[in-house]
């Protein structure tokens, strides 16, 4: 890794090869209730990354020597399509998918309240349309999204965002190269209200400091993620309400107001404000 | 100090804080100190020293007396397993099913209920180590034919009932429609018309999809009067 | 996991009745699809790609193209591959595990008219005779099932081929193969459109919602190109037809798939 071998992936003024600087997100979007059948779901983008989560359950779990007599299961299916990258993936699932599958598990597992559904299965299926490094914590924002619109209640959501080194920086939210040439990646799943890591990884080579810079970094990130992920919940009713709140009503019977009459003033001219530059939406 | 941080009626997500204090606390809250979250998506409810989330969406869970609609998926020799949208299948045994004693040298469950009915039922029973059990063997119980089946959240079942069944007695008023309302969100409706039963379907969905709001039952009862 | 799917007799009443007033559960008439849209180059990472939306049922295709060997019988032609999977993330009634027959079927199917149209110019695809041809991979993810995936998958196949771009090549010495930044569109040579019917009682339906699909006992798909060619047929499930029900319904679904394909090239144009 030495020497010459060594890819710059940012520039002397701190750029990184996308234009980012190294404490910036990619563009995030969340959209609910994308798959009908299912109980919950989200779709995220987040840079090139497209990921589905959707959630079933809690339903019966089949056989039933597998169910757990206190609590229900959650079983996460993380699966990456055919054309998802570059190389043709194989559809059978890989040894990397269970893994994965396994970590999300278990991090959800952490924060819902499984006690509520003793002998049930909570499935989440996570299907990546377009990968481009971070998936797994893109993966995870997502089930979190999909599981609180499925009504599984929950002591918070989860917020992912793998953070890494980069030619002896740490930055934030790795994108495929990144990932690929860089010198670490740790991925991190953190809840904001309950300042819990659910999910945690490192890949790399990083001194005790630098592994602090980078948690700290992806706690940092986790909380922006939070809010994106929160005003998409609620989007989803406060828009109905703005909605009905401006629908024409059927005439009421009732007389017209009389307004009493008012003096008009005489408003002074007013010189037209200049409208300030519009700031880039960076979301 | 106690103190609530949120207002009546707004949507709150997993993990808000909703007070601080001391309170009786119902669905959808759990306290951690001397603080109360939300753990769902919902809207919370100040009751003076009751606060509560009410859902917005889940599954339905079975509570005893409830009256549900159900869809028989397994027929057994004295029993049968039915499908009540609930995270667990429920169980009808034979000797619950109807108000004669069931003989089973005699009697066959599947000319009772076969695979496939809908049926009007009532949990009788229900905690957390075994499946629910229901009941059909009471007046007004049993098999639903005709009509029309749909389901919707589970949550919205009381608005669509309304306040002693004011919302409920209006839609089956102005649309000239029978219809039974299940707790775990089925509904049944027949009308004598086609057009009437599928009014009455749509404001249900409408009622389904503005449960969150105010002034709901105005604009149903508007959307009901200006459609005769 | 996998429930079984259990259709009441109030609702398969409440289906045939219609039927016999000419109408279905949602309004439709007997030979009308639901809304279609298509959306293409979605996956920037798949040479191709086309999500669709015929009603509630959505699925995506991916087409990806590696250099490979062909067929020792087609020595200079591309290679073509079709694969489906109904992932349970698409229905409650659904099972995860390897492709089930309903997805094999699924697969070959799209497989049949896009092959036997002869849609995409194979033998464009050979590079190195009997060395070296471009193999295109056709993978279906269903994401959501509310009946017709046959008809929804030919679409968005079609779709995602035709906006399929793949490297252009070099040739270099000794058979070496240098594949270039440039891109090139696959070229198209006919449009396929599939029109699924399904029977129920004595009624012909098409694009049948998952409802609908579980009250019928028989279908039958067939694939026509732009010339009103008939490029591929199956019949399915457990029921059967009359000579003369094939024949009208031949008839009758080439009239519905030029409504079709209006919609594909529609999506296409844009």
Not at chain 1, 54 to 73: D, F, I, Q, S
Not at chain 1, 193 to 216: C, H, K, P, R, Y
Not at chain 2, 62 to 69: A, F, S
Not at chain 2, 111 to 128: E, M, N, P, Q
Request: glycine share 8%; proline share 5%; aromatic share 6%.
């Amino acid at each position: 890794m030495a020497g010459d071998g060594i890819v710059q992936l940012i520039d002397e003024k701190g750029k990184r090869l996308d234009g980012r600087s190294v404490d910036e997100l990619r563009p995030i979007e969340i959209k609910i209730g994308v798959i009908e059948n299912a109980d919950g779901s989200a779709e995220i983008r987040m840079g090139k990354n497209i990921i589905i989560a959707a959630v079933y359950g809690p339903r019966e779990l089949h056989p039933k020597h597998r169910a757990l007599p206190n609590e229900a299961l959650i079983q996460c299916f993380y699966r990456m399509s055919t054309f998802s990258v570059n190389d043709r993936k194989s559809p059978a699932p890989s040894r990397r998918e269970k893994e994965i599958s396994m970590v999300i598990s278990s991090a959800l597992t952490s924060v819902v309240l499984t006690e509520k559904f003793p002998r049930t299965t909570i499935d989440v299926y996570l299907q990546v349309l377009q990968a481009d490094g971070g998936t797994r914590c893109a993966s995870l924002t997502a089930a979190s999204v999909a599981l609180a619109d499925a009504g599984v209640p929950m002591r918070g959501l989860i917020s992912s965002v793998a953070t890494g080194l980069v030619n002896d920086k740490v930055i934030l939210d790795l994108y495929d190269i990144e990932d690929q040439k860089g010198s670490g990646d740790v991925p991190i799943g953190y809840s904001p209200i309950l300042d819990e890591v659910s999910l945690i990884q490192l890949d790399g080579v990083f001194t005790v400091d630098q592994f602090v810079e980078a948690l700290n970094l992806g706690v940092k990130g986790a909380n922006e993620i939070y809010e994106i992920q929160k005003k998409a919940l609620k989007q989803k009713y406060t828009s109905i309400r703005a909605e009905v709140a401006v629908e024409p009503k059927v005439e009421p019977k009732e007389e017209p107001k009389i307004e009493p009459k008012v003096e008009s003033k005489v408003e002074p001219k007013e010189e037209p404000k200049e409208e300030p530059p519009k700031k880039e939406q960076s979301e | 100090m106690s103190k609530i941080v949120v207002e009546n009626h707004e949507i709150v997500i997993p993990g808000d804080l909703i007070a601080e204090g001391e309170y009786r606390y119902g669905e959808g809250v759990v306290k951690r100190g001397k603080e109360y979250y939300s753990t769902l998506v919902g809207l919370f409810q100040d009751k003076g020293d009751f606060i509560q989330v009410k859902a917005l969406k889940g599954k339905y869970i079975p509570r005893p007396g409830d009256l549900v609609i159900g869809k028989i998926i397994e027929v057994g020799l004295t029993s049968w397993i039915v499908n009540i949208g609930a995270p667990y299948s429920a169980i009808l045994i034979a000797n619950n099913a109807t108000e004669k004693r069931f003989d089973p040298v005699k009697d066959d469950t599947r000319r009772i209920f076969d695979v496939g009915d809908i049926i009007l039922t009532k949990i009788a029973s229900f905690d957390r180590t075994r499946d629910p059990s229901i009941l059909t063997n009471e007046r007004g119980l049993g098999k639903l034919r005709g009509g029309r089946l749909i389901e919707i959240e589970a949550a919205h079942i009381p608005r669509v009932i309304g306040k002693k069944g004011t919302m409920i007695n209006m839609v089956k008023r102005l649309t000239r429609t029978q219809i039974i309302t299940g707790q775990n969100g089925r509904i049944w409706v027949q009308g004598k018309k086609v057009e009437d039963e599928l009014k009455a379907i749509e404001v249900i969905r409408k009622i389904e999809l503005e449960a969150h709001t105010q002034g709901l039952t105005d604009r149903i009862r508007d959307m009901l009067s200006n459609s005769q | 996991m996998g429930e079984k799917y259990i259709l009441s007799e109030i609702e398969k009443d409440y289906i045939i009745s219609l039927l016999e007033q000419n109408k279905r559960i949602d309004g439709r008439g007997l030979d009308q699809f639901r809304d279609i849209k298509i959306e293409t180059d979605l996956v920037q990472k798949a040479e191709g790609s086309a999500v669709i939306e015929v009603g509630k049922t959505k699925l995506i295709v991916g087409v990806k193209a590696t250099l490979g060997s062909p067929f020792p019988d087609t020595p200079d032609t591309g290679v073509i591959t079709t694969s489906a999977e109904l992932s349970p993330i698409a229905s409650p009634f659904f099972e995860s595990g390897p492709p089930s027959e309903a997805a094999i079927e699924l697969a070959r199917v799209t497989d049949r008219a896009i092959r036997e149209s002869h849609c995409i110019d194979l033998p464009k695809l050979c590079v190195i005779p009997g060395k070296s041809v471009w193999i295109l991979f056709i993978d279906f993810y269903i994401l959501n099932h509310d009946g017709n995936l046959f008809d929804a998958a030919t679409l968005a196949a079609i779709a995602a081929l035709a906006t399929t771009k793949i490297p252009k090549v070099k040739l270099l010495e000794d058979e070496e193969v240098e594949i270039l930044e440039e891109l090139e569109p696959l070229t198209i040579k006919h449009y396929p459109v599939s029109v699924t019917n399904y029977k129920i009682g004595k009624f012909h339906i098409v694009d049948a919602n998952q409802k609908e699909d579980r009250v019928s006992d028989t279908r039958i798909t067939f694939g026509f190109d732009e010339e009103d060619h008939v490029v591929s047929l199956q019949k399915g499930k457990k029921g059967v037809y009359s000579p003369k029900e094939i024949e009208q319904l031949v008839k009758d679904s080439l009239k519905v798939s030029k409504n079709l394909r209006k919609e594909l090239m529609k999506a296409l144009s844009k």
